[in-house]
């Protein structure tokens, strides 16, 4: 499982970092990203979905 994040749509709102810090990281602009290559550790997936579903830009995508 992977999160990608589509920086043309995020706005900066960060609700996904507070939900998946181990996956993604905000930029001192307020733009979010990934850590590394997106990989969500194993016992995070949960987060992960809860961060990509709840994006209200749609800017976090995730691909199983």
Not at 7 to 21: E, H, I, N, S
């Amino acid at each position: 499982m992977r999160l990608n994040i589509d920086a043309t749509k995020c706005q900066g709102y960060g609700a996904c970092v507070d939900l998946c810090p181990s996956v993604l990281d905000m930029d001192d602009w307020g733009y979010v990203s990934t850590i590394g290559d997106g990989i969500v550790p194993p016992g995070e997936e949960k987060a992960a979905r809860k961060a990509a579903r709840l994006c209200p830009e749609e800017a976090v995508q995730l691909t199983e």
